[in-house]
């Protein structure tokens, strides 16, 4: 099983958004991440190509490709769960309460997948030239993804 294209577009434009830009310009000053550090894998497939990992400490975020080797939590998910959710299709708590998304490790982990989804989407609700850019990019991975998926926001 392959990667889905749009879902690896997603998390290799936030790998190089973040590393680049730092999370700041990401999520503006709405998170507040005074006294978390610490690493959650996003496990999306049975290979190495399906896992990104986002690194947390005073100094914001930033996703990486690959697993981290010591994880405080590995939240675990399949590939069309997250496009329906980047899609507006389903919530990130349907999915959870529903058994699509496993969290192994500390349960808070969860909160990066959750927060990356529902951020992306508020951004691209947002007006602006920052929502304009947001909703182009969330188009732009569902047409990459093959899926036939529509933005709903």
Request: proline fraction near 3%.
């Amino acid at each position: 099983m392959d990667v889905n294209p749009g879902l690896k577009r997603f998390f290799n434009d936030l790998v190089w958004f973040t590393r680049l830009m730092g999370s700041r310009r990401l999520v503006g000053k709405q998170v507040d991440q005074r006294g978390m550090t610490g690493a959650v894998n996003l496990v999306f497939g049975p290979t190495e190509q399906h896992v990104w990992h986002c690194d947390f400490g005073e100094n914001g975020f930033k996703f990486k490709c690959g697993p981290h080797a010591s994880p405080m939590g590995t939240v675990t998910v399949d590939q069309d769960v997250v496009l329906k959710m980047l899609a507006g299709m389903t919530s990130y708590y349907t999915a959870e309460l529903t058994g699509k998304i496993r969290v192994e490790g500390v349960g808070q982990s969860a909160w990066v997948l959750s927060s990356t989804v529902m951020q992306s989407r508020a951004n691209a609700r947002g007006g602006g030239l920052r929502g304009w850019i947001s909703r182009r990019h969330l188009l732009s991975i569902l047409r990459r993804s093959g899926t036939g998926y529509e933005l709903h926001l």
